[in-house]
């Protein structure tokens, strides 16, 4: 949700501390299309991202090149989940996500950090471990703003798979089933993103 980007990026470098102002080192080119076959973020909010990327960076959160944004402005029917590759400025993936069901039916609605809300919550975040769970194998993510989306861990939020993110759940009900909170995918995306994010700290920006 793109008013939020402002509170987002005040937030982060509250959280991970306070760093240098020279670390926030936006570079102009990625705010064109990484990937002209496809739609892209904004440029601001590529900016947001770049800038989250950086602070997070600096202080170790991730050292991997590749960064994970999910709109949540678009509809549950468009692609709204990029992975980018930060270093080259390249689209690696742009596909499908579901929002949490407390969030609303097609479009997300509102946002919570709460507990037992099953709404999606939006920020900073960083992928952890792999663990096999009742969606089978899924990843693990870190919160990491406080008052945004800090309780993801403890609300169990993670990425995994689901049999209602398909066309063809599109095709019938206009829209993608909804999860608890969690970013769900389908599982051939899912099985995609494990392969892209193993053994690293990748970081994910929702807004």
């Known amino acids: 949700m793109i008013k939020f980007l402002p509170a987002l990026l005040i937030s982060l470098p509250l959280l ?3 760093v240098s102002s020279g670390t926030l080192l936006y570079n102009p080119k990625i705010s064109s299309p990484l990937n002209e076959a496809g739609p892209m973020p904004s440029p601001k909010v590529l900016k947001a991202a770049y800038e989250g ?14 960064m994970i944004i999910v709109n949540f402005d678009l509809p549950s029917t468009k692609k709204r989940f990029w992975v ?5 400025q390249k689209v690696l993936m742009n596909t499908y996500v579901a929002h949490g069901a407390g ?4 479009r997300v609605k509102h946002v919570s950090n709460a507990f037992e809300s099953h709404e999606s919550c939006i920020g900073f975040f960083s992928t952890a471990k792999e663990y096999m769970g009742k969606h089978g194998l899924s990843i693990r993510i870190n919160g990491l703003e406080r008052g945004f989306n800090d309780h993801a861990a ?12 398909s066309k063809n759940n599109i095709e019938k009900y206009h829209r993608l089933g909804r999860s608890w909170g969690c970013f769900a995918l ?12 193993r053994h690293k700290s990748v970081l994910i920006m929702a807004y």
């Not at 602070?55 to 590749?66: I, N, W």
């Not at 980018?84 to 080259?88: E, G, L, M």
């Not at 609300?155 to 049999?163: G, L």
């Open 186 to 197: 389908s599982q051939a995306d899912l099985n995609k993103i494990i392969e892209l994010t």
């Open 16 to 18: 991970l501390m306070s």
């Open 154 to 165: 403890k609300r169990d939020i993670v990425i995994h798979a689901a049999h209602y993110v």
């Open 103 to 106: 969030s609303g039916l097609n």
């Open 53 to 66: 990327y950086s602070v997070s960076k600096a202080h170790h959160v991730t050292q991997s090149p590749l």
């Open 84 to 88: 980018i590759d930060i270093d080259n």
